[in-house]
């Protein structure tokens, strides 16, 4: 009885030992399993998968909040692949930002030397025009990583290159959290006022080291959709009393990559650039964002641009009939000879043939050569403007007034003054009352307030038609004049408008006009 209870004994345990061994056996390969698939979801293998003959666009804007202005950069930057296998890729890059100032109190706003307009990022640090016709380029893997560039696209406040904002690096591993590091330089560039010459650009005064790094977390995903936090360092090796940096830009934000498209859908990145001194810190807010053009809005792009190279054609063609003239046979050899080099496309030889012509004294009107040069100011240009328009000036006939009104709307600030004179010289009703008209353009009143003084109070009638109390720069301008030629007709219509309006601003520039006018005419 004894020895049958102890055989059941042992096979129970026997039973249950097998069953604990099983039980552990199957814990160990369910964590194995678990940890192995934990591996396997850290890990999210993005790559660019760009294709020849594609094109992305990216609208960019970047927005720098100064001590004394805001400035914006914005624009369209363009890649198109022109090679690309398995491995790696190469892009054309294209595009330009421009650059909108605005002053944070109501004084005009002088933008600094420095910026350059913008105009064209790829012109690089210096905004050379050498290199804002040098042809950008990079080669690349597809974890990002730059092989090559060729060109510059260098923007302000240490941003880097425009090229390689949307291009951001890749963990070649799929990790979910990877680090960049590089050395590199600050260079400062010169506050002196010396007037930098676009071929030469800004001096420098001097580079520092610095060491750049670039830090990614993929933090969450929606269907193809990755959100990756992303923070930047930048900062020099010299620092300011032994501890913080001398230059330093930080940054942080959000980066969302689309891995269907292989590329990144858009970008929202805030930084804070400091520069420090022994005597004082300054800390400018920065805030970049890019967002890839859809379908739709890429083709619309592209047919603005093609409308954009038409209208550049025609200009083109434009310029060049104006160009190509008879030249006439009633003049001397002298200025057969003029308008020879005139009707060459030698650019020089064009500006030469002009100032000879302006510094010529006519023995008499020649609409001819007066027709020849409206023509050239009507093709717009601009390399020959100030030129033609002073020509214009000597050359001028009574007929050409209608001409050459409707040129003051078009030419621009080198051609205004002298077309203003051409028009003014023949002492017509409405080549004045056209000038006057002027005083409403803000930005063309200045040369036609100058010009409606020194032609004098023959302008007066003109000018008082643009008399308006509710329009206070308008009224600025007009006073501006009245103050030089008005006469007792002035002072009658002044008083006539300080009965019937209550704008005190009309009356405060009303009463310092009526006394310049009282002092000079008595």
Request: proline share 4%; charged share 25%.
């Amino acid at each position: 009885m004894f020895a049958r209870i102890h055989t059941q004994v042992c096979s129970v345990y026997v039973c249950l030992t097998v069953r604990f061994c099983l039980l552990i056996s199957f814990c160990l390969l369910t964590i194995s399993a678990t940890s192995a698939f934990s591996l396997a979801a850290d890990q999210l293998p993005l790559k660019y998968k760009w294709d020849k003959g594609q094109q992305y666009a990216y609208r960019v804007k970047i927005e720098v909040n100064m001590e004394n202005y805001e400035e914006t950069l914005s624009g369209v930057e363009i890649y198109d692949v022109t090679a690309a296998d398995d491995n790696s890729f190469s892009l054309r890059c294209s595009g330009n930002l421009n650059s909108v100032t605005k002053s944070k109190s109501r004084r005009p706003l002088i933008p600094p030397m420095r910026m350059h307009r913008h105009r064209s990022p790829f012109a690089g640090l210096s905004g050379s025009f050498a290199g804002a016709f040098e042809q950008h380029s990079l080669e690349l893997n597809r974890h990002g990583e730059i092989d090559t560039v060729k060109g510059s696209s260098l923007l302000p406040y240490l941003l880097g290159h425009l090229s390689q904002i949307n291009l951001i690096p890749l963990s070649p591993d799929g990790q979910r959290s990877w680090s960049e590091s590089e050395k590199s330089s600050i260079s400062v560039i010169s506050s002196s006022t010396r007037i930098s010459s676009p071929l030469r650009g800004p001096g420098i005064d001097k580079t520092m080291g610095a060491k750049k790094t670039s830090e990614y977390k993929i933090t969450g995903q929606e269907g193809d959709l990755v959100t990756i936090e992303a923070s930047y360092s930048y900062r020099t090796i010299s620092t300011i009393d032994d501890s913080e940096p001398e230059v330093e830009l930080t940054g942080t934000g959000i980066i969302q990559f689309d891995q269907k498209q292989g590329c990144v859908q858009n970008l929202s990145l805030n930084y804070k650039l400091i520069q420090r001194s022994e005597n004082s810190t300054q800390k400018i807010p920065i805030t970049l964002s890019s967002t890839l053009l859809s379908t739709d809005e890429l083709t619309k792009l592209k047919a603005e641009q093609k409308a954009a190279m038409a209208k550049h054609a025609a200009e083109k063609k434009k310029r060049e009939d104006a160009a190509r003239f008879e030249i006439p046979e009633n003049i001397d050899d002298e200025l057969k000879l003029i308008l020879t080099d005139l009707s060459t496309k030698n650019v020089l030889k064009r500006k030469a043939a002009l100032q000879k012509l302006s510094q010529t004294k006519p023995d008499q009107e020649n609409p001819d050569i007066s027709g020849i040069l409206i023509g050239i100011l009507e093709s717009k240009d601009i390399t020959v403007v100030q030129d033609a328009s002073r020509a214009l000036a000597v050359w001028s006939t009574r007929a050409d007034i209608p001409a050459m009104t409707g040129l003051l709307k078009e030419v621009n600030i080198l051609g205004q003054a002298s077309v203003m004179e051409a028009i003014l010289k023949h002492e017509t009703p409405e080549g004045v009352t056209a000038v006057a008209e002027l005083l409403k353009d803000p930005i063309k009143a200045h040369n036609a307030s100058k010009k409606l003084i020194e032609y004098g109070s023959g302008a007066e009638d003109a000018v008082l038609k643009q008399l308006d109390p509710d329009q206070f720069i308008v009224l600025v301008n007009v006073f501006r004049v009245l103050k030089e030629i008005g006469t007792e007709k002035s002072l009658k219509k002044i008083e006539e408008v300080n009965q019937s309006t209550t704008n005190n601003n009309f009356r405060f520039q009303a009463a310092s006009t009526v006394k310049a006018i009282e002092s000079r005419i008595n």
